[in-house]
């Protein structure tokens, strides 16, 4: 019965990051959803507050994703392709690589400056950028914080453990959120 539980914990978990990084990373399909939708109803207002969400929602959804993953999952596989991801410059190497696959299959043109801008802006190859980024900023300013704790810099540390505090409370308001969709899901399914 365990095997078959973490079984599933661990193909849901690889689903999500599926999920996360096909329909909510890489905006493609959301911007040809949004691109009928204009075309049907003609409401031009809507779809620019939608698309704001959405590239909002693209550039947070995997640090949110991967900071959740690494602290609520249990499967050692999951966890290492997190920190091999966080530690590894040629595994980064490596995914953002894979990134740029698709689009250079399905468009194979020498593109423009400007499209290169937009590629990078609207694809998955953007959103692992924006995650690199964010682990080194946040990455160098727990460094700083923790350097210059008790000094001159101490308005700088409150600022960020104020900024932490917001964060984990959006992080564990998703994992109560998650525990009670799985606490459902398990008195269902077994």
């Known amino acids: 019965m365990r095997f078959i539980k973490d079984t599933l914990s661990f193909i849901s978990q690889v689903l999500l990051i599926i999920f996360v990084n096909l329909f909510v990373a890489d905006l493609t399909f959301s911007i040809l959803i949004m691109t009928l939708y204009y075309y049907v109803n003609d409401n031009c207002d809507i779809c620019g507050i939608l698309s704001a969400m959405l590239f909002i929602l693209k550039f947070i959804s995997l640090p949110i994703l991967y900071k959740v993953l690494y602290k609520k999952s249990k499967n050692k596989i999951i966890l290492g392709f997190i920190h091999l991801l966080k530690t590894n410059i040629l595994f980064k190497i490596f995914i953002l690589f894979l990134t740029l696959i698709p689009e250079n299959l399905l468009f194979n043109k020498k593109f423009k400056l400007f499209e290169i801008l937009l590629y990078i802006y609207v694809s998955l190859f953007g959103s692992y950028l924006f995650l690199f980024l964010w682990w080194e900023v946040e990455k160098w300013w727990k460094n700083d914080c923790d350097k210059w704790y008790g000094s001159k810099r101490i308005k700088n540390t409150k600022i960020y453990l ?27 399914v077994f």
Not at 163 to 186: G, H, M, W
Request: hydrophobic residues 40%.
């Open 162 to 188: 104020e900024i932490n505090k917001i964060f984990n409370k959006i992080i564990s308001s998703i994992c109560k959120f998650l525990e009670k969709i799985k606490k459902v899901l398990d008195k269902k």
